[in-house]
C-alpha cells in the first residue's frame, strides 16, 4: 500500500503532462496556421513575436519527446500498482 500512492501519483502526473503537451501542440499548430500568408510562409509582425513562438515551439516539442513515448516512470509506477494490489489480495 505505501508504494501504490507515489504510483499512482507519477501517473496521473504522466497523464497531466501528455494532454497537456497535445493540448499545447494543436495550439501551436494553429497559430503557425493563422501566421502562415498565402505563399505559404509564416509572418510575424515584430522579431520578439516570431522568437516568442519559436520558444514556444520549441519548448513543446521538447515536453512531446519526453512525455510521449514515455519510458522509466509510467512503467514504474504501474508496475508499483499493480505489486501492491497483488501484495493486497495475498
Not at 515551439?57 to 516512470?73: D, H, K, L, R, T
Amino acid at each position: 500500500m505505501d508504494i501504490s500512492i507515489p504510483a499512482v501519483i507519477a501517473l496521473a502526473g504522466y497523464v497531466w503532462l501528455v494532454l497537456r503537451a497535445n493540448r499545447t501542440f494543436h495550439a501551436i499548430r494553429k497559430e503557425r496556421f493563422e501566421h502562415t500568408n498565402a505563399a505559404g510562409v509564416l509572418q510575424f509582425d515584430t522579431y520578439e513575436e516570431l522568437r516568442k513562438f519559436e520558444s514556444r515551439e520549441a519548448s513543446n516539442q521538447f515536453w512531446i519527446n519526453v512525455a510521449v513515448p514515455g519510458g522509466v516512470i509510467p512503467l514504474a509506477a504501474i508496475f508499483a500498482i499493480i505489486a501492491s494490489i497483488a501484495e493486497m489480495s495475498s
